[in-house]
Every structure is written in C-alpha cells, then in structure tokens.
C-alpha cells in the first residue's frame, strides 16, 4: 500500500474542562446579568442553504455582568447557561482547529459546529482507548494512496514498521511510500446522533480504504439502513466483465447514483423537521449524498467487480473480523456496545451510548455530558 511518512500516533487528550467557559447561571454573580438584547433565535447556515435556518429550541441573549460583556442561552425557552463572551475561547478553540465553523452565529463559546466536533472527538477517543486496550496501536489520520481515512490500526507488536517511516523513506513524486502493512486496518468513524442512517455514500468511503488498504472497518453511532442499490452495480454485466486500471460503466454507475438520490428524497420528507439541529444535520447528509458519489466515480478504477461488505453483528463477529480475511465490516453499534461492556470498559460504552443518544442542544448546552465519567 501507498502511505505517507511522518504518521503520528493517535492521542486524544480533551481539553481539560477549566477550559470550558464557567456556567455562570446558578452563582450569585448571575443575578448582576443585564440584559442588553432580546432572545435571539439560534440559527446556522449550511453550504447548501440559501438562507440560515432556525433551531426551535435554542435562544441567546447578549448582555452584560459588571461592564464585562455575557451571553445567557436558552433551551426550549429555559436559561441554561451564562457565560462571559470572550473572543478567545480555548475550548473551542482546541476541538474546532480541525473543522472550522461554516458561519459564526451564535456566539462560539457555545455552538453546533463544536457540538459536532465534540462528537467525533468523543468518538475517536472510544475507538484509541478501545484498541489499546487489545493489542493494539492507533494512527491519526493517515494519508492513503490518495484518500483520507480517521484513523488506522496495527497490532502493538508491528508498530515499529510504521514509527520507522518517520526515517528517512523513499517517497513518490506524491510524497507517499511503499509498505507492506498486511495486519493494519484503516477505520473511518461516523459520530452521528442514532437517527441518521448511514447510506451507500459512507460505505463506498469505507469501502475504497478497504481497496487501497486491503482492510476496513466504519464505526459509527448512526444506524445503518439497507443497500439495495448496490445491486444495480453488483448485477451489472458491464460492471462484471470491469477490469482493474479502468472506471466502472459510467452509464450503470449513474442509475446507481439515481437510485440512491430517489431514496434519499423519500427519507428527506420523513424527518422530523422539528426535533431540532439533529434534524437539519441529517436532511444535509442525505442531500449531499448524491454529488459525493459522484465525485466518488474516480476511484472506481482500481475497484474489483463487486461492492462487497460483512455487517459485525455481534461482538464475537467484530473480534473475529479483526484476523479474518474479510475485507470490509460494518460494525453494528449494538454490538460495539455489547463488546465494550463485555470487555469490562463500561466508561468506553456509556459514553458511546451518549454520543448515540444525545441531540446537539444538549451537548451545546453542557458540553462535559460527552467527557468520559
């Protein structure tokens, strides 16, 4: 496989929570809060949104606490939370360095976009601990062939061959080296809220880091539906008689990108549009689904005939993934959280089941519910 130098073990550490701005609400100094606005409705705009949408749920009010400018927000019209409003919050900060906010209302010291962040920071940490727990070394963010996977795993006992990357390789013109990595498994995380379903798009991601990596695995806290649609490729004679160094059918690959954007219009009138930012996160997902898999065409080219995957069911079917010869598995929350508990990590599986469970106005209203406990 085709792999960057200088690969960086994976090491979540979270922001130590001084580091959240201090819920002023319930001290004596909240009684001295001015108010200096009215309530202001929460509201973001997506790249795909001409114009900001309104979050029911939430408000915010400016304000101010002896000169010193505040914000108080509000959850289905009930203070939450006050804070002093600063321009350097180093909470956010930390867990938004990576994925900057598409716009910046309300106020950043408390917002969707490092709820967000906070989800898949929560997550990831899950993933480290998990697999250091068993055996073996996480990678942050490796560059593969191209492609971008979260992370990837190798057994303790090989790391070296990765650490000694970092000296002195031999690189291509792309600045990517040649490895033999036969044990490592690229894993692609998904840190949704359990009502969005995983559709084609994240596991043909997951899929092409099977191929270029010769083994995946896509964790998340999603739902995974049902993929009828890759029928319309695997039955395809064209796409049968495919040969490796050549783009699949563009013809039949369009007709499956059809299907999919049918079936992500029926699942876009079924959300509830009023369950709030969750709700709005999920109707952009299946939005963009078809123009990711069109951009996903390219690599098509060095895929086999047949989208193939193994769904791990049970944990004894995720552990056994692990050594098997499969090249792609779907792990089933269910039963990623049966494993960490039957591992004895219950810290690990009651913070997965949050992750699964809580909406994004909780976690911007209190951002330590997804700090392990």
């Not at 927000?73 to 804070?83: E, I, T």
């Not at 106020?107 to 073996?136: C, D, H, M, N, Q």
């Not at 996480?138 to 057994?155: A, H, Q, R, T």
């Amino acid at each position: 496989m085709k792999l960057s130098p200088n690969l960086t073990p994976l090491n979540i550490v979270y922001p130590t929570t001084k580091q959240i701005p201090k819920n002023l609400l319930n001290t004596p100094i909240a009684e001295q809060f001015v108010p200096e606005s009215k309530l202001i409705p929460f509201r973001e705009q997506f790249t795909n949104e001409s114009h900001p949408h309104t979050i029911k749920h939430m408000h915010y009010q400016f304000g101010s606490i002896n000169k010193r400018r505040a914000v108080k927000f509000y959850y289905k019209k009930k203070p939450y939370r006050l804070v002093y409003s600063s321009a350097k919050d180093a909470f956010a900060e930390k867990l938004m360095n990576a994925t900057p906010p598409r716009t910046k209302f309300p106020p950043t010291t408390v917002s969707s976009p490092i709820a967000r962040s906070l989800r898949e920071f929560a997550l990831k940490w899950i993933v480290e601990e998990f697999f250091s727990k068993i055996g073996y070394m996480s990678f942050d963010e490796p560059i593969l062939d191209g492609v971008n996977p979260d992370c990837f795993i190798i057994p303790s006992n090989q790391a070296n061959k990765v650490l000694d990357l970092n000296h002195n390789p031999v690189v291509d013109e792309r600045g990517l080296t040649d490895v033999e990595l036969k044990d490592a498994i690229f894993v692609e995380i998904k840190a949704y809220h359990q009502s969005s379903l995983i559709g084609e798009k994240e596991v043909l991601q997951s899929f092409n880091y099977a191929v270029k990596g010769r083994k995946a695995m896509l964790i998340t806290t999603g739902t995974y539906g049902k993929y009828d649609s890759f029928n319309i490729l695997n039955n395809s004679k064209n796409i049968q008689n495919h040969q490796l160094g050549e783009d699949y059918d563009p013809e039949v690959y369009e007709d499956f990108v059809q299907a999919v954007k049918n079936k992500s219009r029926k699942l876009i009138k079924k959300i509830d549009m009023g369950q709030g930012q969750d709700s709005f996160d999920t109707r952009g997902i299946y939005i963009s689904a078809g123009s990711k898999l069109k951009k996903t065409y390219k690599y098509t080219s060095c895929w086999p005939n047949k989208i193939t995957y193994v769904k791990l069911e049970t944990p004894e079917a995720i552990k056994a993934f692990l050594s098997s010869d499969d090249k792609l598995g779907l792990v089933e929350p269910d039963a990623f959280w049966e494993l960490l508990n039957s591992q004895k990590q219950t810290k690990l599986a009651d913070l997965f089941k949050r992750i699964q469970q809580l909406y994004l106005e909780e976690i911007i209203i209190n951002p330590t519910l997804l700090y392990p406990k």
